[in-house]
C-alpha cells in the first residue's frame, strides 16, 4: 500500500547547496508531477512527466530541474538553493494525464533554506 | 480552469452526515470536478470526481447539480479522521500547456468534527 513514496521528509540547506528530492510509486502510472506548497498560496505545479521519457515546465519552473528516471521515478533536483525555495513539496502520479484522471499524491518533503 | 466557490470553514458532530458545498457558476461542458482532501502534516488526498451524474465511492458522494453549476460533497458518517482541509476543483479537458496538467488548489473548506 506504499502508493507515492518521498524522500527525505525533512531537509535543512544552505543557501547554495544543492540536493535531489526523490520520487517514486509504485501504481503504475503514466504521469508524474511536482508540486511546492507555500502559506496562503496553495499549490503550484513545477514540472510534471507526462509519460516516461518526457518532462515539462509547468507555473513555477525556475530553480529547478527534473528526471524521469524510469516510469516509478521521478527526481526533482535544485542546482544552487535559494530561500525563496524554502517550500512543502509534493509528488504525485495519475494513470495518465487527462480531466478525468485522479493525481495521488505523498506525504510531502519539508525543505527549509537557510 | 474555472473557478470554485467554497465556504471556509463547516463543522459536524462525529458519526453525523456532512454536506459540503461547491458552487462553480462558470463552469463548462467539459470541466470535471474533483474533490481532494489535505490532513494535517499529509499530502493532498483524492476524494472523488464526476462529470454530470451523482457518483459515489467508498470515501463520499458527491451529488451534481442538474446544470452543473454547483456539487456536494458528502461525508455518510463523519469521523475524527475526516477532519480536513477539503477542495473543489475543476478540471479542464481542453487547452494545452502546463494549466491543462495542473491541479489548482484554492483555499477550500476547513472541515472541523466535533467528538
Known amino acids: 500500500n506504499a502508493g507515492v513514496t518521498q524522500t527525505p521528509k525533512f531537509q535543512v540547506l544552505k543557501t547554495g547547496q544543492s540536493m535531489t528530492l526523490q520520487c517514486a510509486q509504485d501504481m503504475n502510472h503514466n504521469s508524474m508531477y511536482w508540486y511546492r506548497q507555500d502559506p496562503g498560496m496553495g499549490l503550484r505545479l513545477i514540472y510534471y512527466s507526462a509519460s516516461e521519457g518526457t518532462t515539462d515546465k509547468g507555473e513555477v519552473p525556475n530553480g529547478y530541474n527534473v528526471s524521469r528516471l524510469n516510469k516509478r521515478e521521478f527526481s526533482l533536483r535544485l542546482e544552487s538553493a535559494a530561500p525563496s525555495q524554502t517550500s512543502v513539496y509534493f509528488c504525485?502520479?495519475?494513470?495518465?494525464?487527462?480531466?478525468?484522471?485522479?493525481?495521488?499524491f505523498g506525504d510531502g518533503t519539508r525543505l527549509s533554506i537557510l | 480552469d474555472a473557478k470554485t466557490t467554497q465556504p471556509n470553514s463547516m463543522e459536524s458532530n462525529e458519526e453525523e452526515p456532512v454536506h459540503l458545498p461547491c458552487n462553480h457558476s462558470?463552469?463548462?461542458?467539459?470541466?470535471?470536478i474533483h474533490w481532494y482532501r489535505q490532513l494535517p502534516s499529509q499530502g493532498p488526498e483524492y476524494v472523488i470526481h464526476g462529470l454530470t451524474s451523482n457518483v459515489n465511492n467508498r470515501m463520499a458522494s458527491l451529488a451534481i447539480a442538474e446544470d452543473r453549476k454547483s456539487s456536494t460533497l458528502i461525508l455518510h458518517r463523519a469521523t475524527l479522521r475526516d477532519a480536513a482541509v477539503y477542495y473543489c476543483?475543476?478540471?479542464?479537458?481542453?487547452?494545452?500547456?502546463?494549466?491543462?496538467?495542473?491541479?489548482?488548489f484554492g483555499k477550500g473548506t476547513k472541515l472541523s468534527v466535533i467528538p
Open positions: 476543483i475543476l478540471k479542464t479537458g481542453g487547452g494545452s500547456g502546463a494549466g491543462s496538467y495542473q491541479l489548482t
Open positions: 462558470t463552469i463548462s461542458g467539459t470541466d470535471y
Open positions: 504525485a502520479s495519475s494513470p495518465r494525464t487527462g480531466p478525468n484522471q485522479p493525481q495521488h
